[in-house]
């Protein structure tokens, strides 16, 4: 995927904030660009951040990143790109489970392989918005059943306690409306996003806690850069 190509993908979404999942920093697979920084520039975005999951190569040798850790070297995670004010950035950390779990092989016609799982991180920026101050946030979770449960339930406690109107969006690894049930947010969108050219189950998912506008549209829009929709939502 060429930089170029996300950037315009990105920038298409006209987003005042943009949650970004699996992204690359200085990856030798992505052209040893900060994919963040480089949406963040095609956008005029007036703050960003990258936050690494793990730092080194997926796949390969990495390690679990810590706060502050490895600001040069490469990485793997989650980012935030946002054309509004941000005045505060927060970090959850999500240890990876101990077991392997099933995941489909593309194009495998119903096979399965057994993968380690990886750390995961969450990332959520203070933002001076047009209703006022909202945290809004940013995962990716473990594909491990349960494992990601919890993860969430960890990630939601945290964000609540910021004591703001908050929104969190990605890929959680869990389908439908489980996410709202497991934390008792409310799901701010329901839409099949996975598959990308077909979907049939929500994986991504936009949940809310607080004080929040009316979200007066959802759309999904088919990204040729990703195997999910997009997950696009409008506030009055």
């Not at 999951?53 to 040798?61: D, F, I, K, N, S």
């Not at 910021?162 to 969108?189: I, Y």
Request: with cysteine.
């Amino acid at each position: 995927m060429s930089t170029e190509r996300l950037v315009d993908a990105c920038r298409s979404l006209e987003a005042d904030v943009l949650a970004l999942q699996e992204i690359d920093r200085f990856q030798a697979r992505s052209g040893c660009v900060d994919q963040t920084a480089a949406v963040a520039e095609g956008m005029g975005a007036a703050a960003w951040r990258f936050e690494p999951a793990l730092v080194g190569e997926p796949g390969a040798t990495w390690r679990a990143a810590g706060d502050g850790d490895g600001a040069g070297e490469p990485g793997y995670g989650v980012g935030l790109v946002s054309r509004l004010p941000v005045r505060a950035w927060h970090v959850v950390r999500l240890r990876a489970a101990k077991v392997r779990a099933p995941v489909a092989v593309p194009g495998g016609r119903g096979r399965f392989i057994l993968l380690p799982d990886e750390p995961r991180v969450a990332l959520a920026a203070e933002v001076e918005s047009p209703y006022g101050p909202l945290a809004v946030a940013t995962t990716h979770l473990s594909f491990v059943p349960g494992w990601n449960l919890a993860q969430l339930r960890r990630v939601t406690r945290h964000l609540a306690a910021l004591g703001l109107p908050c929104v969190l969006l990605g890929d959680l690894n869990v389908p439908g409306r489980l996410p709202a049930r497991a934390t008792g947010w409310r799901a701010l969108a329901r839409a099949r996003t996975f598959p990308g050219a077909s979907p049939s189950m929500q994986l991504d998912h936009a949940l809310g806690h607080g004080l929040l506008p009316v979200v007066r549209a959802v759309s999904t829009p088919e990204l040729a850069l990703s195997d999910h929709r997009a997950l696009v939502l409008e506030f009055l």
